[in-house]
T-cell receptor, first 109, second 114 residues
Framework: GQQVMQIPQYQHVQEGEDFTTYCNSS?????IQWYKQRPGGHPVFLIQ???SGEVKKQKRLTFQFGEAKKNSSLHITATQTTDVGTYFC?????????WGAGTKLIIKP | DGGITQSPKYLFRKEGQNVTLSCEQN?????MYWYRQDPGQGLRLIYY???????QKGDIAEGYSVSREKKESFPLTVTSAQKNPTAFYLC?????????????FGEGSRLTVL
């Protein structure tokens, strides 16, 4: 079946280091969405990418959609404690929204 | 404030009992969804509805039932037929049917089977 693989499952960083999570789809996607879920919370929409090769920025967050519309990445520059949580990608394949398993960002004490 | 309200936030159930999770939205959204979240996994779709009095099964509908009698409400019943119901349940809604819009989530209901 259709899948969206998201890696890594966890990433431990020191505060101030960068963080990146990657999503890869087995099929071409019509668009891809990114969500953030704080510990104990619910997913909150961050952004949607639609065009091939699209790059969008939100302050320290950079989102990319691959040329073939099969992969996407989220990069956070200089992480802060407020960035802690799990980041999910969700790709649209026709009428389905297919979720990655998430990458948990952990800030080392 | 507009949003999605789920209740209860925590629920404990004995084996063999049915339970119903409430989801109410005042965002005037057409589409509503129920997802299940287990640790280390992405969200899995249980049921969705694009219009009142109509709903479709998602990927893991077995052991669950829903109704959509009002636009604002989409309750989920976890039946005794669901073999492993302990999970975090998330209700969501969107402005357009199913295929383009962002999802707005409620705060979730955590169900534990004793």
């Amino acid at each position: 079946g259709q899948q969206v693989m998201q890696i890594p499952q966890y990433q431990h960083v020191q505060e101030g280091e960068d963080f990146t999570t990657y999503c890869n789809s087995s099929t071409t996607l019509s668009n891809i969405q990114w969500y953030k879920q704080r510990p104990g919370g619910h997913p909150v929409f961050l952004i949607q990418l639609v065009k091939s090769g699209e790059v969008k920025k939100q302050k320290r967050l950079t989102f990319q959609f691959g040329e073939a519309k099969k992969n996407s990445s989220l990069h956070i520059t200089a992480t802060q404690t407020t960035d802690v949580g799990t980041y999910f990608c969700a790709g649209r394949d026709n009428y389905q929204l297919i979720w990655g398993a998430g990458t948990k960002l952990i800030i080392k004490p | 404030d507009g949003g999605i309200t789920q209740s209860p936030k925590y629920l404990f159930r004995k084996e063999g009992q049915n339970v119903t999770l409430s989801c109410e939205q005042n965002l005037n959204h057409d589409a509503m969804y129920w997802y299940r979240q287990d640790p280390g996994q992405g969200l899995r779709l249980i049921y969705y509805s694009q219009i009142v009095n109509d709903f479709q099964k998602g990927d893991i509908a077995e052991g669950y039932s829903v109704s959509r009698e009002k636009k604002e409400s989409f309750p989920l019943t976890v039946t005794s037929a669901q073999k492993n119901p302990t999970a975090f349940y998330l209700c969501a809604s969107s402005t357009v049917p199913a295929n383009t819009g962002e999802l707005f989530f409620g705060e979730g209901s955590r169900l534990t089977v004793l």
